[in-house]
Every structure is written in C-alpha cells, then in structure tokens.
C-alpha cells in the first residue's frame, strides 16, 4: 500500500506532550504513522494493530528496519478482538482509518479491508478507544469532513468529546475534504481551524510545509 497523505498529515498533526507514556497506532497498515510517533517522541512503548496479513508483515519489517526497533511492536489481530483481551491502557491512540462506507467494492480484498467501514464501523472503533484510553489520554482520528458530525455524536455516546479539530482543504478553492479531530475524557471548548495544502498544483502552503517538512525528503 502506498503511503498516503492523509496518514501523513495525522502523524504530522497530533499533539506529543511529555506526558505521553504509551502510545497505539489502530490499523497500522504498513506502520507509518507508528514509526513517524516513533520519530517525533522519545515514548517507551508504541504498538500498533494491524488484522490484514500482508500489511501486518510489511509493518513488521518496517519497524525492524528503523531506528526505533526496539520501541515498536505491532499485533497481528483486529481492534474488535484486541480491545476486549488486553488490559493495559495508552495514554494516545491514533487512527486512520477505513472509511468508505458505499457499497462499491473492488476485487482487491486487501484495498477493500483498508478503506471500507465495515471493516472497523466507527461504533466499533470509539468503544474500544473508550476501553484503551487512560484518564488524561487522548484519541486522534482522521476522517472525510462529512462524518464529522457522526464522529462527534457517537464519541459522546462512549463519554469522549473533541479537544480540536483541524479541517483539510486541498486548495484555497476546494471544499473541506478532511477533518483531523482530537478526543478526550473531558468536555470543554475545543479548538477549530482549518489547513490548506496547496496554494497551486504542487505549490504547497507554509503552513503545510511546516507541519510534514521533517516526514518528505524533498520539502
């Protein structure tokens, strides 16, 4: 699987306090969003999951290849069957995760898994991030903009409520296509802004530069 700019942008994105202790990546594809949590932060113990096989097989090897080796381990298991049998809490989790929820399905099983709903339904992931997440602990997401508000309605069903959300456009011109949100135990005001990537085609923002410039070679 390619390395895709939305998992990018999350990791690019998401607050690292030294607070953090323990940190699991849900749905880790090939691992790059656990391996750039691995890259920004000096935290101890960063898993991942990851249920295809394949995927599963490339993270292993990534995370063997880094730096970080011996910080990274990833399970080879789905959420729904991890989050009911480990005990142990994380003080951040962070997801990309699948997201199309039409009915269209290629003949690519393992494409499917990765970006189809049904494969991790939201209801799903929020409950086992309520059951993973410590008191303080916060959960990041990234998501089309229309599931925004479902999102939000189905996180406050398990008790977790948006500490900020960062709102993605692809050019000053285009419709807001992303929305990157950050859940927490607590309920307060959170915070609101929006990220343009490109000014024109292949002419990116400051802004956008800024965040990602450590993750592209060519920035």
């Known amino acids: 699987m390619k390395i895709g700019t939305d998992g990018v942008l999350l990791g690019s994105w998401v607050p690292i ?3 953090i202790n ?3 990546d849900i749905g880790a594809g090939t691992g790059v969003i656990a391996l750039m949590m691995a890259q920004r932060s000096y935290v101890e113990t960063i898993d991942a999951i990851e249920i295809d096989d394949d995927a599963y097989e490339q993270a292993v090897e990534n995370f063997e290849a880094s ?3 011996d910080r990274l381990f990833c399970y080879h298991a789905s959420f729904q069957e991890f989050f009911q049998e480990i005990d142990d809490e994380y003080d951040l989790l962070i997801s990309n995760p699948p997201f199309y929820t039409d009915d269209y399905k290629t003949t690519n099983v393992s494409r499917d898994t990765a970006r189809f709903e049904d494969a991790l339904p ?4 929020f409950i086992g ?3 993973l997440l410590s008191e303080n602990g916060k959960f990041a997401i990234i998501l ?3 599931e925004e508000d479902n999102a939000i309605d189905i996180a406050k069903s398990v008790g977790l409520y948006p500490r900020k959300i960062t709102r993605v456009k692809g050019n000053t011109s285009s419709e807001i296509k992303r929305s990157m949100m950050l859940f927490g135990f607590d309920k307060l005001d959170f915070e609101s802004e929006e990220l343009i990537i490109e000014k024109t085609r292949h002419e990116y923002t400051k ?3 800024e ?3 450590d993750f592209y070679l060519k920035m």
Not at 122 to 125: A, D, I, K, P
């Open 17 to 19: 306090s030294n607070e």
């Open 22 to 24: 323990s940190i699991l």
């Open 67 to 69: 730096d970080w080796g």
């Open 122 to 125: 939201f209801q799903h992931l």
């Open 129 to 131: 991030v309520s059951h």
């Open 144 to 146: 089309p903009y229309k």
């Open 207 to 209: 802004e956008y530069i």
């Open 211 to 213: 965040l990602t410039r």
